[in-house]
């Protein structure tokens, strides 16, 4: 805390450079450390108007406040009050949800997972039906045509198996795991 008598109590920042005590210049203008005094920020709701002012108002009442004030709420806010509803989770509740946020990313993982060496087969399994196909019809036409052809065909049938697949395992896996599947997000 700034010593009161020293700084009238209007003044709630402070911009503090290092100084050299000898010849009394800035060592260094590129590092400043700005000081705010959290206990003299004292505006209501109603006189919230710069965002400056309202994350000072939330960092000043966060812990006081059940729901998000009308003054709040632009679309930086949003996700402050999603984090702070989940906080006040107790445990059980916390544990529900850290599992779900769990399934949740090892179903889009296994999903990506999928699609990538779907992908992977696909261009191989179409490269090699695509140059099959490209010596059947002729060198110069048939390797040009067979290679869209068979990658188009490759990539979409690799794909499909692919996630397919996905889609199995890791159904087996959150079986296997006890999660019942209704309750997973969207």
Known sequence: MFPEDEYSPECLFHEV???????????????????????????????????????????????????????????????????????RFNQQDQREYEESIKAYRDITNAINTAR???????????????????????????????LAEGIEKGMAEGMERGIEKAHYETARKMKAKGFDCKRLPN
Do not use: C
């Open 116 to 146: 990538k060496e779907a992908k992977e087969e696909g261009m191989a399994e179409g490269i090699e039906k695509g140059i099959a196909e490209g010596m059947e019809k002729g060198l110069a036409e048939g390797i040009e045509k067979g």
């Open 17 to 87: 450079k290092l100084m050299d005590t000898e010849d009394k210049h800035v060592f260094f203008d590129k590092l400043t450390f700005m000081y705010i005094e959290m206990p003299k920020f004292n505006k209501t709701e109603s006189e919230l108007v710069t965002m400056l002012d309202k994350w000072l108002f939330v960092l000043r009442n966060l812990s006081r406040l059940f729901e998000r004030p009308a003054a709040l709420q632009e679309k930086v806010f949003t996700r402050l009050f999603e984090q702070a509803e989940i906080a």
